[in-house]
Protein backbone atom coordinates (compact mmCIF):
# COMPACT_ATOMS: atom_id res chain seq x y z
CA UNK A 1 0.00 0.00 0.00
CA UNK A 2 1.42 3.83 -0.79
CA UNK A 3 1.53 5.32 2.61
CA UNK A 4 1.62 8.52 0.69
CA UNK A 5 -1.59 7.99 -1.93
CA UNK A 6 -3.17 11.40 -0.34
CA UNK A 7 -0.32 13.17 -2.02
CA UNK A 8 -0.06 15.57 -4.87
CA UNK A 9 3.39 15.50 -6.39
CA UNK A 10 5.86 13.05 -6.86
CA UNK A 11 7.97 15.43 -4.32
CA UNK A 12 5.24 14.92 -2.11
CA UNK A 13 4.75 11.42 -1.98
CA UNK A 14 8.30 10.70 -1.41
CA UNK A 15 8.53 13.16 1.52
CA UNK A 16 5.67 11.39 2.87
CA UNK A 17 6.95 8.02 2.87
CA UNK A 18 10.39 9.35 4.22
CA UNK A 19 8.31 11.27 7.13
CA UNK A 20 6.34 8.09 7.95
CA UNK A 21 9.02 5.79 7.93
CA UNK A 22 9.97 8.19 11.21
CA UNK A 23 7.67 6.86 13.61
CA UNK A 24 6.37 9.92 14.41
CA UNK A 25 3.80 9.67 17.17
CA UNK A 26 2.26 12.83 17.57
CA UNK A 27 1.49 16.33 15.41
CA UNK A 28 1.11 20.63 16.66
CA UNK A 29 0.70 22.74 15.25
CA UNK A 30 2.17 26.24 17.27
CA UNK A 31 1.05 29.70 16.42
CA UNK A 32 1.70 33.23 16.79
CA UNK A 33 -0.07 35.95 18.38
CA UNK A 34 -0.86 39.07 16.79
CA UNK A 35 -2.11 40.81 14.35
CA UNK A 36 0.49 39.96 11.18
CA UNK A 37 2.17 37.25 10.53
CA UNK A 38 5.64 36.76 11.55
CA UNK A 39 9.02 36.27 9.29
CA UNK A 40 10.43 32.79 9.03
CA UNK A 41 13.69 33.75 11.25
CA UNK A 42 11.73 34.82 13.55
CA UNK A 43 9.48 31.54 13.30
CA UNK A 44 13.19 29.48 13.34
CA UNK A 45 13.83 31.49 15.96
CA UNK A 46 11.07 31.06 18.70
CA UNK A 47 11.42 26.86 17.31
CA UNK A 48 14.51 26.70 18.19
CA UNK A 49 13.79 28.21 22.03
CA UNK A 50 11.17 25.47 22.02
CA UNK A 51 13.05 22.78 21.03
CA UNK A 52 15.71 23.13 22.97
CA UNK A 53 13.43 23.54 26.22
CA UNK A 54 11.44 20.42 25.20
CA UNK A 55 14.93 18.32 25.05
CA UNK A 56 16.05 19.64 28.34
CA UNK A 57 12.34 18.46 29.56
CA UNK A 58 12.42 15.02 27.82
CA UNK A 59 16.11 14.05 28.38
CA UNK A 60 17.96 16.64 30.65
CA UNK A 61 20.18 19.53 29.94
CA UNK A 62 23.34 17.85 29.38
CA UNK A 63 21.79 15.06 26.84
CA UNK A 64 22.77 15.02 23.41
CA UNK A 65 19.52 13.05 22.84
CA UNK A 66 17.35 14.81 20.03
CA UNK A 67 13.77 14.51 19.30
CA UNK A 68 13.09 13.16 16.10
CA UNK A 69 10.47 16.02 14.46
CA UNK A 70 9.60 17.87 11.24
CA UNK A 71 8.91 21.09 11.77
CA UNK A 72 7.15 23.39 9.01
CA UNK A 73 6.24 26.65 8.69
CA UNK A 74 3.49 27.81 7.33
CA UNK A 75 1.95 31.38 6.43
CA UNK A 76 5.08 33.47 7.13
CA UNK A 77 5.41 37.07 5.84
CA UNK A 78 1.96 38.61 5.89
CA UNK A 79 -1.43 37.90 6.85
CA UNK A 80 -3.50 35.48 5.39
CA UNK A 81 -7.46 34.17 5.37
CA UNK A 82 -8.35 30.76 4.12
CA UNK A 83 -11.66 29.91 2.95
CA UNK A 84 -11.96 27.12 5.44
CA UNK A 85 -12.29 29.94 8.25
CA UNK A 86 -15.05 31.69 9.48
CA UNK A 87 -15.59 34.63 8.06
CA UNK A 88 -13.32 37.25 9.36
CA UNK A 89 -11.01 34.37 11.06
CA UNK A 90 -6.79 35.29 11.02
CA UNK A 91 -5.02 32.28 9.61
CA UNK A 92 -1.78 33.72 10.66
CA UNK A 93 1.99 32.43 10.67
CA UNK A 94 2.20 28.63 12.05
CA UNK A 95 4.55 25.63 12.49
CA UNK A 96 3.04 22.36 12.43
CA UNK A 97 5.27 19.43 13.35
CA UNK A 98 5.32 15.92 13.65
CA UNK A 99 7.32 14.46 15.96
CA UNK A 100 8.19 11.66 18.23
CA UNK A 101 7.85 11.57 21.54
CA UNK A 102 8.65 8.92 24.43
CA UNK A 103 5.77 6.91 25.42
CA UNK A 104 2.63 8.42 25.39
CA UNK A 105 2.47 11.91 23.17
CA UNK A 106 -0.76 12.81 25.12
CA UNK A 107 1.90 13.15 28.34
CA UNK A 108 3.22 16.05 26.68
CA UNK A 109 0.17 18.21 25.91
CA UNK A 110 0.37 20.46 28.51
CA UNK A 111 4.13 20.47 28.61
CA UNK A 112 4.64 21.29 25.13
CA UNK A 113 1.50 23.99 25.35
CA UNK A 114 3.77 25.65 28.46
CA UNK A 115 7.19 25.69 26.70
CA UNK A 116 5.91 26.91 23.44
CA UNK A 117 4.69 30.10 25.25
CA UNK A 118 7.64 30.51 26.85
CA UNK A 119 9.69 30.37 23.67
CA UNK A 120 9.40 33.79 22.03
CA UNK A 121 7.17 37.01 22.54
CA UNK A 122 5.37 36.24 19.85
CA UNK A 123 4.43 32.69 20.36
CA UNK A 124 0.64 31.85 20.71
CA UNK A 125 -1.29 29.42 23.27
CA UNK A 126 -2.46 26.84 20.64
CA UNK A 127 -5.76 26.97 23.09
CA UNK A 128 -6.40 30.78 22.68
CA UNK A 129 -5.13 30.67 18.64
CA UNK A 130 -7.05 27.48 18.14
CA UNK A 131 -10.99 28.17 19.57
CA UNK A 132 -13.69 25.65 20.33
CA UNK A 133 -11.21 23.09 19.23
CA UNK A 134 -8.43 20.80 20.62
CA UNK A 135 -6.25 19.57 17.21
CA UNK A 136 -3.38 21.84 17.72
CA UNK A 137 -2.18 18.14 19.40
CA UNK A 138 -2.98 14.89 17.59
CA UNK A 139 -1.56 11.74 18.87
CA UNK A 140 -0.90 9.92 15.90
CA UNK A 141 -1.89 6.44 16.89
CA UNK A 142 -2.73 4.39 14.08
CA UNK A 143 -1.52 4.18 10.06
CA UNK A 144 -4.47 6.22 9.10
CA UNK A 145 -3.71 9.13 11.07
CA UNK A 146 -0.18 8.99 10.74
CA UNK A 147 -0.88 9.25 6.82
CA UNK A 148 -3.44 11.85 6.66
CA UNK A 149 -1.49 14.33 9.07
CA UNK A 150 1.83 13.42 7.48
CA UNK A 151 0.36 14.39 4.14
CA UNK A 152 -1.46 17.20 5.65
CA UNK A 153 1.88 19.32 7.23
CA UNK A 154 3.34 18.46 3.26
CA UNK A 155 0.12 20.32 2.01
CA UNK A 156 2.34 23.35 1.12
CA UNK A 157 5.30 21.46 -0.43
CA UNK A 158 5.00 21.11 -3.61
CA UNK A 159 8.35 20.49 -5.54
CA UNK A 160 10.33 21.90 -2.42
CA UNK A 161 11.38 21.79 1.14
CA UNK A 162 10.78 25.59 1.82
CA UNK A 163 9.42 26.40 5.01
CA UNK A 164 10.86 23.08 6.40
CA UNK A 165 13.22 24.09 9.67
CA UNK A 166 15.66 21.57 8.12
CA UNK A 167 18.44 22.47 11.06
CA UNK A 168 15.60 20.20 13.42
CA UNK A 169 15.28 17.38 11.57
CA UNK A 170 18.11 14.46 13.29
CA UNK A 171 20.00 12.94 10.14
CA UNK A 172 20.76 10.31 12.91
CA UNK A 173 18.17 7.94 14.27
CA UNK A 174 17.45 8.58 17.96
CA UNK A 175 18.79 6.87 20.14
Known sequence: MDDARCSRTEFQRQAADWLISA??????????????????????????????????????????????MCPIVEDFGGEMMWSTSAAGA??????????????????????????????????GDPKVNCPDRDDWFIELDDAHKKNEMTNYVLKRCDDNFDGVLVMFMPIRPAT
Open 23 to 68: GHNAMVTLTFSGDAGVSYKLAEKAFGSFAHKLKCHLFGAKSKKRIP
Open 90 to 123: RQGTHIHCLMRLPGCPMTYKEVIQKLWKTSGRLC
